[in-house]
């Protein structure tokens, strides 16, 4: 379908819908980011939902520990996904306060997940240690080697049958992930959250 010529106020320039651009300057673009914040925690939400009853934003988490009850009327309610929001939420950019690693919001969870500077809780029953990746290791093996001995039959679990079944992969073409551990063909890199399988029980 051709696109209607429109007229742009106080020009005679004449421009195709689908070149019709958004004049936004920097202090709408702070105006619209306040329609993104949480009404709980006042950051940006994160997997953000509408209230049903009054539409307020939250985060999802926010709103499970409002108990579902609305922030706003007081009422019990859902949430329903604000998918626009959860969009430009994604692009907006963001940056790592432990290891200053730059990118957008929607790469946040997966690099606070292999993060190298992420602080890391042990999942020990009763331990209280939290630490860099490197300490966190060095504090597994140290305070809990009897336990991570125990259930090192874990690290080599079912993953690793085709290898014995002479269906072996090269390397190359493949990537080998085990609890606490990832291979591939660029080397070997540590997942110390994956340790919490190993813990527990």
């Not at 651009?21 to 994160?46: E, N, P, R, V």
């Not at 609305?70 to 790592?96: K, T, V």
């Not at 259930?151 to 002479?166: D, I, Y």
Request: proline fraction near 6%.
């Amino acid at each position: 379908m051709a696109g209607k010529n429109i007229s742009n106020a106080g020009s005679s320039e004449i421009l195709d819908d689908s070149e019709l651009l958004l004049d936004i300057q920097d202090d709408d673009k702070k105006q619209l980011l306040k329609f993104l914040y949480c009404h709980k925690c006042s950051d940006l939400a994160t997997d953000a939902v509408d209230t049903l009853c009054c539409h307020v934003l939250l985060c999802q988490a926010c709103l499970d520990l409002l108990e579902k009850v609305c922030p706003d009327c007081g009422r019990s309610c859902s949430g329903s996904p604000n998918h626009l929001a959860r969009r430009l939420i994604g692009c907006q950019p963001w940056r790592c306060r432990h290891c200053g690693a730059e990118g957008s919001r929607s790469d946040e969870a997966d690099h606070r997940r292999l993060c190298p500077a992420q602080p890391r809780q042990c999942p020990a029953p009763g331990c209280q240690f939290a630490g860099a990746p490197d300490e966190f290791l060095a504090h597994l093996t140290e305070r809990h080697a009897a336990q991570l001995l125990r259930k090192s039959a874990l690290l080599f679990s079912a993953r690793a049958a085709p290898e014995r079944q002479g269906t072996v992969q090269p390397l190359s073409s493949r990537r080998l992930r085990m609890p606490g551990l990832m291979f591939s063909a660029a080397g070997l890199s540590r997942d110390p959250s994956s340790f919490d399988s190993l813990l527990s029980g």
